[in-house]
């Protein structure tokens, strides 16, 4: 074998290498979760799920002495019962999208372990002076006058 393609089967090597780190780094970060109706359609008892949906109204109960938190997502077709031990994210609330782990058990609920509240990547500064926050953002803006 020459030097010349050596040289090339070293690179071809060198470039599966790259490339399969490359997915495997992309495939592992990806995330992806079930909907209440995929969930319905076959659920499995025990198995670990990552479940999606939106958390419909009047139907979250957290109790702080116990930490006992209920509530059922929906994607609009189907709903699914969930309940959590724990304090809920700070953005978690009724008419939003949440993302939530945990097993799917024996009695007909979802336990979850994790929940992930889903949000906006937006921010809209007030505008209004009635709206809230509206005087402390005209604070930091004058206490920010006069620095370099």
């Not at 990806?30 to 209440?36: A, G, L, Q």
């Not at 509530?71 to 809920?88: C, E, I, K, M, W």
């Amino acid at each position: 074998m020459n030097r010349k393609a050596k040289f090339i089967g070293g690179g071809l090597v060198i470039v599966a290498a790259l490339a399969y780190l490359i997915y495997a780094g992309v495939s592992q970060s990806v995330v992806y979760f079930v909907t209440p109706s995929e969930l319905g359609a076959a659920p499995v008892a025990g198995k670990s799920y990552r479940l999606g949906g939106m958390v419909m109204p009047g139907t979250l109960k957290w109790d702080a002495k116990s930490l006992d938190l209920r509530f059922t997502l929906s994607d609009g077709q189907a709903s699914v019962p969930v309940r959590h031990r724990g304090t809920p994210p700070d953005l978690f609330a009724e008419s939003r999208g949440a993302v939530v782990e945990g097993t799917w058990s024996h009695d007909g609920y979802f336990q979850a372990t994790t929940i992930l509240a889903k949000h906006s990547e937006e921010y809209k500064a007030p505008h209004d002076q009635n709206q809230a926050g509206y005087k402390e953002l005209l604070k930091t803006l004058k206490g920010s006058e006069g620095r370099p």
